[in-house]
């Protein structure tokens, strides 16, 4: 399972984005074009600081 900061915000705020397009029938053009913007934001969220939200799990 992936382990940084945004984890859930990375998967939540793309599928509302999905779900409130197919539920309003929208073009599909526009719900793709929010989802990579939405992906750039996230990942700038993520991966400031020079990715200082990551955590990574030692095997034990």
């Known amino acids: 399972m992936p382990r940084h900061d945004s ?3 990375f998967q939540q705020a793309p599928s509302d984005r999905i779900n409130e397009g197919l539920l309003a029938k929208q073009p599909s053009p526009g ?3 929010d989802l990579n913007r939405l992906f750039v934001e996230l ?3 993520v991966t400031a600081g020079g990715g200082a939200g990551y955590q990574r ?3 034990i």
């Open 7 to 9: 984890y859930r915000a």
């Open 31 to 33: 719900v793709i074009n």
């Open 43 to 45: 990942q700038n969220t």
């Open 57 to 59: 799990e030692e095997m």
